[in-house]
C-alpha cells in the first residue's frame, strides 16, 4: 500500500499542469468542482457532457466535445464522474466511448463509485488498446470536492498512479494506492457501509435523544468528544435536526452504493446486516419520493414524518 501526501510529490515522470491536456466527463455536484480544481491547477480542461450545456458552467474557453471518443481523442488522461456503473461502461467502452478515440499510452481515471467487478473488466478491455484505467473512487463529499480535499482510494498501476500524482492531488488530499484493479472500489464499498451504518446510528440517537424530551443538539455536542465522535456526528445530525436534506449525496446514489457492497458481500459468501437495514432505510425513503435529498433524510423513516 502506498499513501500519498499531496505536499510530498516527486514532480519526474508526472502528468504535469503544463503538458498534460485532461478531460472531464460528468459535471454533477462531484465533477464540476473537481474539474475546477483541475483548472485551477493549471491543467487545461476540456469536457464531454450529454448535456452539453453543462460544459458552460467551466467557463467560456473550456472545448467540448460531442461524445467521450472525441474527447478523449485530444487527451493524456480523462477524469470521469458520472453516476452508476452501466454509466462508466457507457463512456468507456460504448459505442462512442473513450476506447474509440484515446491514444496508446493515455489513461483514464474514474472517480465515480462502481462495481469492482466491472471496474476490472473495463480495466482489461482498455489495457488490449494500451489505455491504463485506474479506479479511484472518493470521499468527502461535495464540501471535500469544492476544498479539494478530497479522500481518493486508488486502484490499479502503480506506475500509472504514481505519473498521475500532481493531478489527483489538485482533487484530493489523502491519496492511498489500495492494490490492483477494482481495489479502490472495494474500500469504497467499505467506506459506504461505515457511512451508511453511522447515519443510521446517528439518526437513531438523535430520535432517542428527542423522544426523552432531551436536546438533541447538546448531545451531539457532549458526544462528539468522546468515542462516538465523527464527522457523520459532525456534519449529518445538524442536517437531521435543522430538517436539511439538500444534497450533499443524494438517496439513490447511496442505495447504488449499498447494492454495490452488498453485490460484492454475496460474491464473497458474506452476510452484512448493518448495510441490509440501511439499504432498507434508504429504498424506504426513495419510496416516499425522497430519492433526490441527501442520504441523511432516513432520518425521516425512522421518526415516520414525511421526508
Ligand atoms: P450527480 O450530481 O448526479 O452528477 C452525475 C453527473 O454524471 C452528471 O453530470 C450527469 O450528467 C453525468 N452522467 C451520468 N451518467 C452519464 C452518462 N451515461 N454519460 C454522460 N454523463 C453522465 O452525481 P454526483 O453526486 O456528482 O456523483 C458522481 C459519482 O460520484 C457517483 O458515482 C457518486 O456515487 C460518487 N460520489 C458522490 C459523492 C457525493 O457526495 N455527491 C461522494 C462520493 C462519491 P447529466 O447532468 O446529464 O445528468
Redesign the pocket.
Known amino acids: 500500500m502506498a499513501r500519498y501526501n499531496s505536499e510530498k510529490i516527486s514532480m519526474a515522470n508526472t502528468f504535469l499542469s503544463d503538458k498534460t491536456r485532461v478531460g472531464c466527463?460528468?459535471?454533477?455536484?462531484?465533477?464540476l468542482p473537481a474539474a475546477k480544481n483541475l483548472q485551477r491547477a493549471g491543467y487545461t480542461v476540456s469536457a464531454y457532457?450529454?448535456?452539453p450545456e453543462?460544459t458552460k458552467t467551466l467557463g467560456g474557453t473550456v472545448a467540448s466535445y460531442s461524445s467521450p471518443k472525441e474527447l478523449g481523442a485530444v487527451c493524456d488522461v480523462v477524469v470521469i464522474?458520472?453516476?452508476?456503473t452501466p454509466?462508466v461502461e457507457?463512456?468507456t467502452l460504448g459505442k462512442n466511448g473513450l476506447v474509440h478515440g484515446m491514444k496508446p499510452g493515455s489513461a483514464i481515471i474514474d472517480?465515480?463509485?462502481?462495481s469492482p467487478a466491472t471496474t476490472r473488466h473495463v480495466a482489461e478491455k482498455l489495457a488490449e488498446k494500451d489505455i491504463t484505467f485506474l479506479d479511484a473512487?472518493?470521499?468527502?463529499?461535495?464540501k471535500g470536492a469544492i476544498d479539494g480535499t478530497l479522500t481518493i482510494m486508488v486502484g490499479g498501476s502503480v506506475d500509472m498512479f504514481t505519473k498521475a500524482q500532481p493531478l489527483l492531488a489538485a482533487m484530493g488530499k489523502t491519496i492511498t494506492h489500495i492494490g490492483t484493479s477494482g481495489a479502490g472500489q472495494v474500500a469504497k464499498a467499505c467506506n459506504q457501509i461505515i457511512i451508511g451504518a453511522t447515519i443510521e446510528g446517528v439518526a437513531e440517537a438523535m430520535v432517542l435523544a428527542q423522544k426523552n424530551g432531551v436536546d438533541a443538539a447538546a448531545v451531539r455536542e457532549a458526544l462528539l468528544g468522546g468515542f462516538a465522535g465523527s464527522k457523520v456526528l459532525e456534519m449529518h445530525a445538524p442536517r437531521m435536526l435543522h430538517n436539511n436534506f439538500t444534497?450533499?449525496?443524494?438517496s439513490v446514489?447511496h442505495e447504488?452504493?449499498m447494492k454495490i457492497a452488498l453485490t460484492n458481500g454475496g460474491e464473497n459468501n458474506l452476510s452484512l446486516p448493518a448495510a441490509e437495514l440501511f439499504l432498507q432505510r434508504l429504498q424506504a425513503l426513495i419510496a416516499l419520493g425522497g430519492g433526490d435529498l441527501d442520504s441523511t433524510a432516513i432520518y425521516k423513516v425512522i421518526t415516520g414524518e414525511k421526508p
Open positions: 466527463i460528468g459535471l454533477g455536484i462531484m465533477g457532457a450529454r448535456r453543462s464522474n458520472v453516476s452508476d454509466d457507457e463512456v472517480m465515480s463509485t462502481i473512487p472518493v470521499s468527502g463529499g461535495q444534497p450533499g449525496f443524494k446514489l447504488k452504493d
